[in-house]
């Protein structure tokens, strides 16, 4: 596993007065607070509502795409991914988080707004269960342009994706660093254990020489995308199918405990 930050400091927390909406006065309500214009329009006292600093907004962005059809053990990339973003959003509506979700494939599919209720978490659950990949190119570009419009806050985006070849990866690069300006993002992506398995062949005939190439190759590549992506400051996971969900959640709960959200 690979878990790289960079270089630079990313994001900090520090006392929140990020405006979140306008709300009805309760009693306790802070009167430095009231929003005298709202309240002539609805006639009746109304509060500025600020971003609990305690309580960070988390999104997990799955890709449906045909990259994540791919089998391991009996399952897809996408069971992978859907089984540890189950763990990992369990654990951070747990220590106070907001988790939202988003699924994406050549369009944004799914999109559930960031909360931390026990009524959101069952139709988190309901939705990542009905979720299927396709034999369909993802495109960056458009969640990008979803993401920049709808999700104003920032907040830590888990991006479950996979990439089989540098010019794939490079493809999405621009997208990646302009999600990372906003937000800071991590991203999520596999190591494919049957290459491995192909790298660690010691056959001595030609056919073995040859594919044993190709899987070197394709190794050389995966790590090529974790050194870029560590050297531009962008969170990674590179993770084994199985190792997925442990890794995820290690990787939040280091995040909390340097208070990095």
Avoid at 74 to 89: C, E, G, P, W
Avoid at 114 to 135: D, G, I, P, R, V
Avoid at 237 to 250: A, G, H, R, W
Wanted: net charge positive; aromatic share 12%; with cysteine.
């Amino acid at each position: 596993m690979n878990t790289n930050t960079g270089n630079k400091i990313l994001y900090r927390r520090g006392f929140s007065t990020e405006f979140d909406h306008i709300k009805e006065y309760n009693r306790g309500d802070d009167s430095r607070m009231i929003n005298w214009k709202a309240s002539a329009r609805r006639n009746q006292l109304m509060v500025n509502s600020f971003m609990d600093e305690k309580s960070q907004q988390i999104y997990c962005l799955i890709d449906k795409g045909r990259l994540m059809k791919m089998p391991f053990d009996d399952l897809t990339l996408l069971d992978y991914a859907i089984n540890a973003v189950l763990m990992f959003s369990y654990v951070a509506i747990q220590k106070n988080d907001k988790v939202g979700l988003l699924t994406f494939n050549e369009k944004v599919n799914d999109h559930l707004p960031a909360s931390k209720s026990k009524k959101h978490f069952n139709t988190f659950l309901e939705t990542l269960y009905k979720q299927q990949t396709q034999y369909l190119e993802s495109d960056l570009e458009a969640l990008y342009k979803y993401v920049n419009k709808k999700m104003v806050h920032r907040g830590l985006m888990m991006l479950f994706t996979n990439f089989e070849t540098w010019s794939g990866f490079e493809r999405q690069l621009p997208y990646f660093r302009a999600l990372n300006q906003k937000h800071l993002l991590c991203i999520v992506f596999f190591e494919n254990t049957e290459i491995n398995k192909i790298h660690e062949n010691r056959g001595d005939d030609i056919e073995d020489i040859y594919i044993k190439t190709i899987a070197d190759k394709f190794l050389h590549e995966k790590k090529k995308i974790v050194t870029e992506l560590r050297k531009i400051g962008i969170l990674t996971i590179f993770s084994e199918p199985k190792k997925l969900t442990v890794q995820v959640v290690n990787k939040y709960l280091e995040l909390k405990s340097k208070q990095i959200i």
